[in-house]
């Protein structure tokens, strides 16, 4: 919206900064933040004091998970109240990426605000059932896959980059469809896995987010696809503006979900901060890079898929307890000591994920 300040410019002074990413991005990052320093209080407060009881616990968990009884869920909401009103105001409205990643984030965030509802308000963990959820969640992912065909240049339609090797992309052709509707389906199901333990999806969410915007700006930049030696999609530098933000309102709601936590995310959150990640990696065409940036979030789920599979199978499991995060804490490891090397792995994969541009 503030873009539009630059009409007032005639070349120079303070309002041709307004088209320069960088600045708003800037912009956008403290907007999200400040609003959730701001919000935070007064959305816990009412979370609280309208369900009680708050998320219920799962019987079968880890012990130690039985005294976070009571604590409000649905904090996703303050990220994404954050999230809206900072893109929103600092995002180039005319672009067509952000407006993708805005119907996925806030498609699967109506999905997960359903069931934080339904296991609130029935005091159970079941929620709603899987196949409504996975059957919506395609179909978000079907229009957003669509209309990312429609945005891209006819020449780049149903390409994919492949990383680690110079001016190499694959052509799936229609194929990509469904292609891109697994990564964006997977992004939001994998991160919701994720979220287990306090804090502990919310910073390699960020880290991921970060990542994927500083990709999103080199590719929509064609000095720096000419060095690099990737595919130039116009546009999608705008994108850098919705990351930053999505940053600056992760680290909101991270001061109040930091242990103990005095608010959960919920499905609300991570469903949608999974879907925009899928999303963003969709519109940037660097779907594989995500699945190294992200792979945290594709251990987690790869580690359920195992567990599952293999139990039905023989009757026996591979883990502890699956996602692995609670293996981890069922071999004895304290929730703070897996956290904070959750989030080591994702920083080392983020950078893993940068130099993939690099070193083409």
């Known amino acids: 919206m503030l873009y539009w300040l630059t009409d007032l410019s005639d070349g120079g002074g303070a309002f041709n900064l307004f088209r320069y990413i960088t600045f708003r991005a800037g912009g956008a990052f403290f907007t999200a933040l ?25 019987d079968d968990g880890p012990e130690g998970h039985i005294a976070k009884a009571g604590t409000p869920t649905m904090g996703g909401i303050l990220i994404l109240s954050a999230l809206l009103v900072s893109t929103l105001l600092w995002a180039r409205l005319s672009n067509g990426y952000i407006w993708v990643v805005l119907l996925v984030t806030y498609g699967y965030a109506a999905i997960g605000f359903a069931d934080d509802y339904a296991k609130v308000s029935k005091q159970n963990t079941k929620g709603v059932s899987g196949k409504i959820r996975l059957g919506l969640g395609f179909l978000l992912a079907l229009i957003a896959s669509l ?20 001016s ?63 595919q130039f999609v116009p546009g999608t530098g705008e994108l850098a503006i919705f990351t ?42 660097h779907e594989i890079v995500l699945g190294i940036v992200g792979g945290l979030f594709v251990v987690e789920a790869l580690s359920v898929i195992i567990q ?47 130099a993939t541009l690099k070193i083409r």
């Open 147 to 166: 209309a990312t065909w429609y945005l891209h240049p006819a020449e780049l339609a149903g390409h994919v980059e492949v990383p680690f090797l110079k």
């Open 308 to 354: 599952v599979a293999y139990f039905k199978r023989t009757g026996k499991r591979v883990f502890l307890m699956a996602p692995i995060h609670h293996h981890f804490e069922k071999k004895g490891w304290s929730e703070p000591q897996i956290v904070i090397r959750f989030w080591i792995i994702s920083l080392i994969l983020a950078l893993i994920g940068l």
């Open 168 to 230: 190499v992309v694959l052509n799936l052709g229609y194929f990509y469809i469904p292609f891109a509707m697994f990564v964006i389906v997977g992004s939001a199901n994998a991160v919701n896995l994720t979220d287990g333990l306090d804090g502990l999806a919310i910073m390699p969410v960020m880290i991921a987010a970060g990542t994927l915007g500083a990709i999103a700006y080199v590719v929509g930049r064609t000095d720096f696809t000419e060095y690099l030696g990737v």
């Open 34 to 58: 400040l609003f959730g320093f701001i919000f935070g209080p007064w959305l816990i407060r009412t979370l609280r004091m309208r369900q009680g009881k708050g998320q219920p616990i799962r």
């Open 244 to 285: 930053a933000a999505l940053m600056g309102g992760g680290l909101g709601f991270l001061w109040y979900n930091a242990p103990p936590a005095a608010v959960f995310m919920g499905d609300t959150g991570s469903l949608a901060l999974g879907g925009a990640l899928g999303a963003i990696a969709v519109c940037t065409q």
